[in-house]
């Protein structure tokens, strides 16, 4: 199976039947939302808000407002869904969405310098492993700890502080003393090879 | 005949417009390559779904139970309450009407306001729409092809607009020099809605829940920060198959620039030998989409409109 890259249709990720939902794919999923129904609602935080969550507090720094964009995300979703399952999957979806917002909270609290040396050490290859609801989901995370582990340091550094702090390139470079071009290739190299390194593990 | 462009240089345009460091030319250079080859978004997608995998290395952190049960109950209130509202809504809804109940929805949840905001809006919406009829019963009559309470189609010429509505002059005027900086006419390139909202909304005011052009064949071209007088705003196109490109407006609400008094109903302006469009308003912003399609083309583009969640 093959991440879901590059895949104009809906993912083969998302629209594989999961041995534990009652849906049979992301579309229906979304229907389900569409038409109000709770359970819905209630699936889709069961086995997305571990992620939602995780990378709200990551970037926002603590649990009460990490958890109120985490509610936030969810209800407006539910209230009205936007996520079209033909334009990716539904975990990038929500990965974009709680990022994006979350990074909006801090720029407008102003609040966003954080100190280089708690990055060095934020996104360990190797996390304590969590048992996870989705397997999908567990897929992802273990290909995606042997691509990090493949990728060269000054390449996973810049894609964390790009990602997670929403710094531009610019910003990057005077942080890390680097030249802005250089800079830019790694960042774009760095992406390259990950999703390189993850269509190969997942082809197995 | 061999096609010239290497696939690496496809993938590191596409790494680069992902990550959003392209710069001028190389932007320039990501354009025409997308209108060569559309299979250059598969790969935009292909690595914006990778970058998105990078939260699935941190390692896990769990919310309260409580949030579980917060969110939950939240929900079913909202649904307890839509359930409980009289379904006797006019059978053709008002293309309007979606978009306002979903701002009012999210509003009620997101910032339990409930009703008394939809409320104070619904009192402004009848109040300026009384002052609308009363202001398009005073044009002369054969500026008025057609007024119907829930559309207002004006066909009028240039002369016209800039002496009496100088606020959407100027809108015309920068969609007209937008359209002449071709790829340039935008100062954030993105085709990521929930992004460039971001990317905008720290330089310039932005409606809470952002209204895009949802028809299939509209493509986001990117967004730009814009002033008119006293009031600032956005500037967000489209690239239409059909209509070429497409300015969408959503300038917050002051007393200047001097507009029509716009309501959530659409008043669509046909002006002879340039750029139409069609203009309202909600509580807080005004809203246009310019373009040099007829009023009847434009009516189809706005029904595509729907509100993102941005």
Known sequence: MRLNVPQ?????????????????????????????????????????????????YKILGNSPEAEDLMQEIFLGLWERCTYNPSRGSLSSFLATVTRSRAIDRLRMKGNRRRILSQWQQSLSPNPSPTPLDHASQSEKRQALQQALTELPEE?????????????????????????LGTVKTWSRKGLIQLRQSLQAQMEL | MVDPTPHNRFEELAAGY???????????????????????????????????????????????????????????????????????????????????????????????????????????????LAEQKSRM?????????????????????????????????????DHRKSLK??????????????ELAA????????????????????????????????SKGVRIMYDTDQHGQVSFYQIARTQKPELPQLTLEKLYLAIQDGPGGVFWSDG???????????????????????????
């Open chain 2, 181 to 194: 900086k071709g790829l340039k006419a935008v100062d954030i390139p993105s085709n990521q809605p929930i």
């Open chain 2, 18 to 128: 992902v990550l959003g460091n392209l710069d001028s030319d190389e932007m320039a250079e990501f354009q025409q390559l997308a209108v060569e080859h559309p299979a250059l978004w598969d790969e935009v997608t292909g690595l914006q779904e990778t970058l998105d995998l990078l939260p699935f290395a941190l390692a896990e952190s769990q919310p309260q139970c409580s949030a579980r049960d917060h969110i939950m109950q939240s929900a079913a209130q909202a649904a307890s309450a839509t359930a409980q509202q009289p379904t006797a809504r006019p059978q053709t809804q008002r293309p309007w009407a979606k978009i306002f109940g979903s701002i009012a929805a999210v509003t009620t949840i997101t910032l339990g306001m409930q009703t008394v905001h939809f409320q104070h809006q619904l009192a402004q919406v009848q109040q300026e």
């Open chain 2, 199 to 230: 990317l905008l909304r720290a330089q310039a005011p932005m409606p809470s829940a952002m209204p895009i052009l949802s028809q299939v064949s509209s493509k986001l071209l990117g967004g730009s920060v814009c002033t008119f007088g006293q």
């Open chain 2, 137 to 173: 019963a005073a044009l002369p009559s054969s500026t008025t092809s057609q007024a119907t309470p829930r559309n207002v189609v004006i066909t009028t010429t240039d002369t016209f607009v800039n002496q009496n509505w100088q606020g959407v002059e100027q809108i015309l005027v």
């Open chain 2, 284 to 310: 807080e912003f005004h809203y246009a989409i310019v373009s040099d399609l007829s009023a009847d083309e434009l009516k189809e583009l706005t029904s595509s409109v729907e509100i993102v969640a941005s």
């Open chain 1, 155 to 179: 390449y996973r550094q810049i894609l964390e502080l790009s990602y997670f702090e929403g710094l531009s390139q610019s910003q990057i470079a005077e942080q890390l003393g680097k030249p």
């Open chain 1, 8 to 56: 104009p249709h809906p993912s083969p990720e998302e629209n594989h039947p999961v041995p534990s939902s009652p849906y049979a794919d992301a579309a229906e999923l979304v229907a389900a939302i569409q038409q109000q129904e709770l359970d819905a609602l209630e699936y889709l935080f069961d086995h997305y808000s571990s992620l939602v969550y995780t990378l709200a």
